[in-house]
């Protein structure tokens, strides 16, 4: 957990408003968990005030970047989506828990489901997880073949399903389809994507993790914005999303 | 005694800066930070009786230049705060001073005495100006009478000293200011945030589960600044000033305007460091401003200077 | 009938847009930029029954998102308004709502009859909530009785509709719209400005010779909506909603939480087409929300829609 | 009175925090009369959230470039600074009735007299009093050797005497301190500076044209913000500083 202004070595537009960003600082050292994110100050000035939740994509520590794909959305990430190489940015992380990769074993199969703007923090996953002898299958879900990104790097770890909402490339429909349909065998499994495709996981009893999404303050534990109930114990039992997750076990957390 | 150095009801402080309530949790987050023993106090979140949850989310919700937020008060309760928050912070050198919310004035009087029986504990600040809880919680700030009676109770309570922390949402945050001080409080609070709202025009609703939440940050800090200001010129008892500081300027502003010392808040979520960067930063703006001792600005926009003001 | 056009007492207008009461003098100074006749309305500078200087400068700050002014309301009085003001605006097709203030009933009701007797004004917008004059002006709007008293005496002397333009500096905003509705209101318009103050480290005294100002601008924007949606829920007359806005999504926001139609203050200051470019957007909206009538969004965020909600 | 996003050719740093900023766009062909001002926004957000005025300080018709020299103060200047060549401006402008140059005769004498960032708008007086055939004299005050710019461009019109604060070039003190010593004689005086110097000039009942500053909101008239009382008439009477302004004639307003 620690704060630096790193460079930006590069962004570009890979698919219709979603933007891949490669920066370069000290900072990238620390982020060796996949499925843990940075919040990102994406201007010098208090406005817009409150930092930016963005997964970690991808590390290459020897050239000690770290690439994350985002959606320009609002105002935070119109703003970030305007930055050029070489100008500075003020991360903060890396923050929360991420993925545990030693519930597969080398040899074994693990399934990533990947919804959306949800894909880029498995991409990280699957490549430690490939590098541990983990034969790696992606189901990546996308609104229609035009949004589709990443999908030859998934490739480059293993099998690849897509799903677009409007049929336009792979399964018609959305990723818990690919998964009815097709008859997938795996041994442990990591989502992440929009709450109503984690809930969909969650109704169909599946093993395995999922990465959850909530609004943020600080992104370090302190202001309590980001709690979740859970399904046992008390009524005012919580989970912190930015500390105790974003990822946690399915059914651990009601979403 | 060094020129940042400060003394108030109860608290003696190596400087005037401190966490505000709810913006720093019970330290621990802050700690992996930096050392909290630079800091000047730190105010702990809100206290009840009872576990609470809190509101339902979206919690938060970014506005221009600053936040809504609707926690709602989510505490694990007073006791599991005396068993479990307080012994980590033992191993700072820093005055705590304990929040306290509740809903009726019996749960206020439990909380705030069990609180300032501990020996951590150097004050009371006594929340009765917390929008984002349904039941009570907001008349106790709104009422002169009803905040003037819990303060009194509360001060019979305590056996620390006792700051009233004041909500912006009021008509005449003078007349609320004087009746508790009336009523024996040592110092005051504020101010609490603003009322407000965020419509998300996709989902046609209030972004927040909650609708209505609690406006933060540099937005209302000319809102923080002229009550500030307002109520030093007609109350005796010293003033925590905060409301979107961000900067050691920002410090210096609430003291001119009547601050004693200055609680930072939102800040924090924007940058962990903002506490120890804005204490760095202090001793420098004396020097720019000629000034030996940071108490000498207290108050400074309207009594009378010894030394003549810097020429523009 | 048109998809922006709407209907509220004494105006008919073709789109919710009209600069806000201070915002826009007289008209002129924007009448180089753009045909006025684009306009929902136009909302007058206030008047007083004599000259009025206002407050020494500087009577504007800077602040986060926001600004502070402390003009006092400036006026050549109502009667040089009438033979100077008034006739160069004859030429534009859009309804004009004269903006009265005074320090007295008397005044207030003097300015509100001259004005509404002129053929050209279709509404009263009664200021009761500037925070900038010391004499009276601000506790006409923060206290219930004293202003349901004074809205009945401007009804009784008002040949147009009167719209009560209510102050944000209150512990209950909805007591106080609930009693100037009862005391006759035909809508009303809010919020105006919040109290605020900005400090200048250099002289050591706030930046305004006024000291307090009022704040405006997107910094306001969830006080404001807020209010609206709060005030919305409780009376059954129109809200003509202002308070930051700049954009017309920010238009789409006030409507959402209970406005009937939106003035446009401080960002004409920022960018003089600020009202045309929105009017512009509005019907872009319309179809992104896939909404006929930009009527169909008033209290939209609390009220039962027919057509579902947009999913996500 | 036109408003344009101009695109910046040039900024570079002259004196210590004074910056020269140039831009061209159309609306640079409406910038005729000396001493108007430009109503400029420094960032695509809402904030900072009010324009600032900045004098006009050269044209360049045939290169469609108007030259901007301000001080970098607060929030405003400061992003403004940061600003580089291609980064478009938001101009309103030509605002305020500028400095009447008809008052001073063909081989007549002007005399100019700029204090610190009161000095840009009387260049571009000088550059079209020198070429209607007016002799122009320049007296610039400056806080020390180090803060002087824009020497050079004014001896290029005719004589200039200096001052600083500090004695460190020219004559110690202030402007007035240089009207006093030297016998200048001229026929129109046109002075642009801080309150005390033009208040110190209208005091010795010089006559001519004084540059007043205000803090502004809308810089066309509409908001009042900016207004001075006026000595004679009515204790309502004013004039607005941007809109009957900047210039004045000497005794016209109390300042
Ligand atoms: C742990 C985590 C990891 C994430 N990883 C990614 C990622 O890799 N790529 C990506 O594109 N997005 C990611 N998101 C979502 C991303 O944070 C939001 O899309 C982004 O904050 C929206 O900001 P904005 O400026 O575009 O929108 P605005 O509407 O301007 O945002 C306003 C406020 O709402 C918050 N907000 C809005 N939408 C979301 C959201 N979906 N989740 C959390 N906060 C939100 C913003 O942070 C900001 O505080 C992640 C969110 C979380 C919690
Ligand atoms: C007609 C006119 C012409 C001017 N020409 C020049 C020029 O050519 N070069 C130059 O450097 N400066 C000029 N100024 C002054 C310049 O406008 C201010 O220095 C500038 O606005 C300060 O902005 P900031 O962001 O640095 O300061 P901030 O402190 O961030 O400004 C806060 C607010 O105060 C206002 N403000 C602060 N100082 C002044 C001031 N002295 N006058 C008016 N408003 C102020 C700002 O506009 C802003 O609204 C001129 C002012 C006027 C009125
Ligand atoms: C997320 C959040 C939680 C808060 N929780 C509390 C709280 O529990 N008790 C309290 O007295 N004030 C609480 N506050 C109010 C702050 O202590 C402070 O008064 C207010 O935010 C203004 O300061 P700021 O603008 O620096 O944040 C909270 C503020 C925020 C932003
Ligand atoms: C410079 C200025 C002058 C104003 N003068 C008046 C006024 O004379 N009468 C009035 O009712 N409101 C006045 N207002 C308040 C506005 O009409 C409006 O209610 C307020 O500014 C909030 O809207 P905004 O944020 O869009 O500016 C003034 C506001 C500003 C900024
Ligand atoms: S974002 Fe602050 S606790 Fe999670
Ligand atoms: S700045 Fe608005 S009237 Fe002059």
Redesign the interface.
């Known amino acids: 957990?620690k704060?630096e202004c790193v460079q930006i070595v590069s962004q570009r537009e890979i698919a219709p408003a979603i933007y891949e960003l490669v920066v370069t600082g000290q900072i990238v050292r620390y982020m060796t968990a996949p499925g843990q994110f940075l919040h990102v100050?994406v201007s010098e000035e208090?406005?817009?005030?409150?930092?930016r939740p963005i997964s970690i994509c991808d590390v290459d520590q020897q050239k000690q970047t770290v690439t994350m794909l985002y959606r320009k959305e609002g105002?935070?990430t119109s703003l970030l989506s305007k930055k050029k190489p070489g100008d500075l940015l003020d991360l903060?992380g890396p923050l929360g828990s991420g993925f545990p990769t030693n519930e597969v074993a080398s040899g074994q199969t693990a399934l990533l489901i990947g919804g959306g703007i949800g894909v880029p923090p498995l991409y990280y996953l699957g490549k430690q997880l490939q590098q541990q002898g983990v034969s790696v299958i992606s189901i990546l879900g996308f609104a229609s073949a035009a949004d589709i990104f990443y999908e030859e790097a998934f490739r480059s770890l293993g099998e690849v399903y897509v799903s677009t909402v409007d049929g336009s490339a792979g399964t018609k429909g959305f990723v818990t389809d690919v998964l009815t349909q097709q008859l997938i065998t795996y041994d442990g499994l990591y989502a992440c994507g929009p709450n109503v495709m984690l809930r969909a996981l969650q109704q169909q009893g599946v093993k395995g993790y999922i990465s959850l999404e909530?609004?943020?303050?600080?992104?370090?534990?302190?202001?309590?914005?980001?709690?979740?109930?859970v399904p046992n114990g008390?009524?005012?039992?919580?989970v912190k999303v930015c500390?105790d997750g974003p990822v946690f076990k399915i059914g651990e957390v009601m979403i | 005694m060094t020129r940042l150095s400060l003394e108030l009801p109860g608290l003696s402080m190596k400087n005037p800066i401190m966490p505000a309530s709810?913006?720093?949790?019970f330290g621990k987050?802050?700690a992996?930070?930096y050392d909290l023993s630079l800091l000047g106090a730190i105010v702990l979140?809100s206290a009840t009786k009872e576990?609470?949850?809190?509101n339902e989310?979206?919690?938060?919700?970014?506005?221009?230049?600053?936040?809504?937020?609707s926690?709602g008060l989510?505490n694990?309760g007073v006791d599991q705060i005396i068993a479990k928050e307080l012994p980590p912070l033992k191993r700072y050198q820093v005055p705590l001073i304990a929040n306290v919310a509740g809903k009726s004035e019996e749960e206020y009087v439990e909380v705030a005495r069990k609180l300032s029986q501990q020996e951590q504990i150097a004050a009371i600040e006594l929340n009765i100006s917390c929008p984002n809880v349904k039941e009570g919680g907001i008349q106790f700030g709104?009422d002169a009478r009803t905040a003037a009676s819990l303060t009194r109770k509360v001060k019979d309570a305590s056996k620390k000293p006792v700051y009233v922390k004041l909500s912006p949402?009021?008509?005449?945050i003078t007349e609320m200011a004087q009746a508790v001080e009336a009523a024996g409080a040592d110092g005051l609070s504020m101010i609490n945030t603003?009322?407000?709202?965020?419509?998300d025009?996709?989902?046609?609703?209030?972004v927040l589960a909650n609708?209505?939440g609690g406006?933060s940050?540099?937005?209302?800090?000319?809102?923080a600044?002229?009550m500030i200001?307002e109520v030093a010129q007609c109350v005796s008892i010293p003033i925590i000033g905060m409301g979107?500081v961000?900067s050691a300027?920002d410090v210096?502003?609430?003291m001119?305007?009547g601050a004693s010392a200055v609680a930072v808040g939102?800040a924090?979520?924007?940058?962990?460091?903002a506490c120890p960067t804005i204490i760095n930063d202090l001793e420098a703006?004396l020097d720019k401003?000629k000034i030996e001792s940071i108490t000498e600005l207290v108050e400074?926009?309207f009594k009378e200077?010894e030394v003549p003001?810097?020429s523009?």
Chains 1, 4 share one sequence.
């Open positions: 957990m704060k100050k208090l406005e817009p005030l409150l930092r105002r935070g903060l909530e609004r943020m303050g600080c992104g370090i534990g302190a202001c309590f914005a980001c709690v979740c109930h008390a009524s005012t039992d919580y500390s | 709810g913006c720093f949790g987050e802050f992996s930070f979140k576990p609470r949850f809190g989310t979206p919690r938060v919700a970014e506005t221009h230049s600053g936040m809504l937020n926690i989510q694990p709104t949402n009021v008509t005449s603003l009322v407000g709202m965020v419509m025009w996709k989902t046609r609703k209030p609708k209505t406006l940050g540099p937005a209302i800090k000319p809102v600044l002229r200001y979107g961000t300027q210096i502003e609430f001119l305007a939102t924090n979520f924007v940058d962990p460091f703006w401003m400074g926009s200077w003001l810097l523009r």
